[in-house]
C-alpha cells in the first residue's frame, strides 16, 4: 500500500514562516488533505483539495501540491500553531485506501 | 451542524471483540463516507477503514481479517467491530465523515468532521 512520508519535527520562530512537506507516490494522483491534532484533542481540518481552508482556520494556513509532493505553509506561525500535523490521501492504486502521512511536530519557538 | 459521537465499552479483555458505534447527529447518514481512525499512545494516526451509504467498504489491509464496519442508516448509525484484539488495538478511536471531491481531473478526500475519540483499552 502507498505511504505518506513527513518529517517528524521543524521548529519556526514566532511569527516566521514554516513549510511541512508530505512525500508520496498517491500525491500525483489526489491532492493532500491537512490535519492539525493538539494533545488530547480530535485533529482538525486545516486544508483540503488544492488550497481550501475550512471556516474558521486562519489564513496563514496554506496548501500546496508538485509532484509526489504536498506542503502545508504556515506563514507567520502563532504560538497556537504548536501542534501536530497529518497529511492524508487516498492510494493510488485502484483499492482507494485511505492513508495517513507519519506526522510533523511543529514546535513554535 | 454535524455532529460526531463515538460510543462502546472502554475496556476489552485480549481475544475479545471490540464494538463501537458511531452516531451522526444534525445531518444525514446518506452520501458521504463514513470511516474510523484509531491513534495508539504516543503515536500516529492510521486509518481503518470506511463505509459508504451504499454498504460499501474499505479496510486498513493490516487489519482486514479482524475488522467489520456496517451501517445502519435508519438510525444514523455505523459501527466498528474489531475481533480477536491485543494490547497492540489499545488507542483511542475517531469516527469521522469523510467528503469526495473532485477538481479538474483530480479527486480529493477530506474528513471534515470528527467524533471526539474514545478510548479503548485491552487489557485482561
Known amino acids: 500500500s502507498s505511504e505518506l512520508t513527513q518529517d517528524p519535527a521543524v521548529s519556526v520562530a514566532l511569527g516566521q514562516t514554516v513549510r511541512i512537506t508530505c512525500q508520496g507516490d498517491s500525491l500525483r494522483s489526489y491532492y493532500a488533505t491537512w490535519y492539525q491534532q493538539k494533545p488530547g484533542q480530535a485533529p482538525i481540518l486545516v486544508i483540503y483539495g488544492k488550497n481550501n481552508r475550512p471556516s474558521g482556520i486562519p489564513d496563514r494556513f496554506s496548501g500546496s501540491s508538485s509532484g509526489n509532493t504536498a506542503s502545508l505553509t504556515i506563514t507567520g506561525a502563532q504560538a497556537e500553531d504548536e501542534a501536530d500535523y497529518y497529511c492524508?490521501?487516498?492510494?493510488?492504486?485502484?483499492?482507494?485506501?485511505?492513508?495517513f502521512g507519519t506526522g510533523t511536530k511543529v514546535t513554535v519557538l | 451542524q454535524v455532529q460526531l459521537q463515538e460510543s462502546g465499552p472502554g475496556l476489552v479483555k485480549p481475544s475479545e471483540t471490540l464494538s463501537l458505534t458511531c452516531t451522526v447527529s444534525?445531518?444525514?447518514?446518506?452520501?458521504?463516507?463514513w470511516s474510523w481512525i484509531r491513534q495508539p499512545p504516543g503515536k500516529g494516526l492510521e486509518w481503518i477503514g470506511y463505509?459508504?451509504?451504499?454498504?460499501?467498504?474499505n479496510y486498513n489491509p493490516s487489519l482486514k481479517s479482524r475488522v467489520t464496519i456496517s451501517i445502519d442508516t435508519s438510525k444514523n448509525q455505523f459501527s466498528l467491530k474489531l475481533s480477536s484484539v491485543t494490547a497492540a488495538d489499545t488507542a483511542v478511536y475517531y469516527c469521522?465523515?469523510?467528503?469526495?471531491?473532485?477538481?479538474?481531473?483530480?479527486?480529493?478526500?477530506?474528513?471534515?468532521?470528527w467524533g471526539k475519540g474514545t478510548t479503548v483499552t485491552v487489557s485482561s
Open positions: 463505509i459508504y451509504d451504499s454498504g460499501i467498504t
Open positions: 444534525g445531518g444525514s447518514i446518506r452520501s458521504y463516507y
Open positions: 469521522a465523515r469523510e467528503v469526495e471531491d473532485k477538481l479538474g481531473y483530480y479527486y480529493y478526500y477530506y474528513m471534515d468532521v
Open positions: 492524508y490521501s487516498r492510494d493510488s492504486s485502484d483499492n482507494h485506501l485511505g492513508v
